[in-house]
Nanobody, 124 residues
């Protein structure tokens, strides 16, 4: 099991940028796939991006591809989501999560460890 703590959320105008970070505790971080999800009010939790344990090419949701960049630093037990060109529809609580296994899943049910979330609000 890994404990996850997100940071970096806030209020930004449309077109702006934010960088979310997820700090993980536990010895297994470097062997875990890491992902980000988001949930807007009244909507289901949706996949944003995920990256393999060794930091290969991340997977992105179509809605964020080209605007968001996911990276990880296994030496620091952190994973970061750089969000550029933010839109009002990006407003949500963003969650860091980790599944078991080496496959990079996009379904929330595949993820067993979750952070508490960080709020991102994009004003128009």
């Amino acid at each position: 099991q890994v404990q996850l703590v997100e940071s970096g959320g806030g209020l930004v105008q449309a077109g702006g940028s934010l960088r979310l970070s997820c700090a993980a505790s536990g010895r297994t971080f470097s062997s875990r796939v890491m992902g980000w999800f988001r949930q807007a009010p009244g909507k289901e939790r949706e996949f944003v991006s995920a990256i393999s344990a060794i930091g290969g090419s991340p997977v992105y949701a179509a809605s964020v591809k080209g605007r968001f960049t996911l990276s990880r630093d296994n030496a620091k037990n952190t994973v970061s989501l750089q969000m550029n060109g933010l839109k009002p529809e990006d407003t949500a609580v963003y969650y860091c999560a980790a599944p078991w296994g080496v496959v990079v899943p996009t379904l929330a049910d595949a993820y067993g460890d979750w952070g508490q979330g960080t709020q991102v609000t994009v004003s128009s």
